[in-house]
């Protein structure tokens, strides 16, 4: 088949050569900003903390938001036990309790659940949760065939803003997103007017670098 293909011309025709050259443009640009730019780009806690002060704007929270830990277990008897445990126990408690019994409970997130608004949860949770304040402990609430616990670590109403450690994840992503896009772009304008094409990682870097430099001087000139 390939013998009979490339005698009947295939590898010359122009959709074939424009799929090729586009298949091998993928390759290369996957390859750079996988294997070489991504690995580049760095984010530091200063980078973080100028886009938040440059920003603030953007962490407003527009609705009432919770910040909790969870105990899910699916025994009616346990809930019984778990409601009378908790009681009187502070938050790294609660955890101890959730590690031992709660079916949801996570080595890595252990049973904090951060920040949550309504949206998030079961609408059978909305009402309970959302009408305690910080420091209460409730539960069991059945919802189908599981028994919820929750403590109320904190309760921020609309117009507050969102703390830097609340937020600082989601702008680690948007300014790694960002720097890697800007790179690339400058790699690939250079790359539409070239068919040999070498790899210099300097050059990269020092694009990284002006990069970062520039996005830290417009930063640092928004708080003036």
Same mark, same amino acid.
């Given at each position: 088949m390939c013998i009979r293909d490339r005698d009947n011309g295939v590898e010359n025709n122009k959709e074939v050569k424009r799929r090729l050259e586009a298949a091998r443009r993928k390759i290369i640009t996957d390859y750079l900003k996988d294997g070489i730019v991504a690995p580049r780009v760095k984010i530091d806690?200063?980078?973080?903390? #100028? @886009?938040?002060?440059?920003?603030?704007? +953007?962490?407003?929270?527009?609705? $009432?938001?919770?910040?909790?830990?969870?105990?899910l277990i699916q025994d009616k008897s346990l809930a019984k036990k778990i409601e009378a445990l908790i009681a009187s126990d502070?938050?790294?408690?609660?955890?101890?309790?959730?590690?031992?019994?709660?079916?949801?409970?996570?080595?890595?997130?252990?049973?904090?659940?951060?920040?949550?608004?309504?949206?998030?949860?079961?609408?059978?949770?909305?009402?309970?949760?959302?009408?305690?304040?910080?420091?209460?402990?409730?539960?069991?609430?059945?919802?189908?065939? #599981? @028994?919820?616990?929750?403590?109320?670590? +904190?309760?921020?109403?609309?117009? $507050?803003?969102?703390?830097?450690?609340q937020v600082e994840d989601d702008i680690s992503r948007k300014l790694y997103t960002t720097r890697i896009s800007k790179i690339m772009n400058d790699l690939l304008d250079s790359l539409r007017t070239v068919s040999d094409i070498s790899i210099d990682t300097a050059t990269i870097d020092s694009i990284s670098r002006a990069r970062n430099s520039r996005a830290n001087y417009k930063e640092d000139a928004k708080k003036f």
């Open positions: 806690k200063q980078d973080i903390e #100028n @886009y938040y002060i440059a920003n603030q704007g +953007d962490f407003i929270r527009t609705e $009432t938001e919770i910040h909790a830990m969870n105990i502070d938050s790294s408690s609660f955890c101890d309790i959730a590690k031992q019994y709660s079916i949801e409970y996570s080595t890595h997130d252990s049973c904090d659940l951060g920040w949550f608004s309504k949206s998030d949860i079961l609408p059978e949770l909305v009402r309970p949760v959302f009408k305690a304040k910080p420091g209460d402990k409730i539960g069991p609430i059945k919802v189908e065939n #599981n @028994y919820h616990f929750f403590y109320i670590l +904190d309760k921020k109403e609309p117009g $507050t803003l969102r703390s830097i450690e």
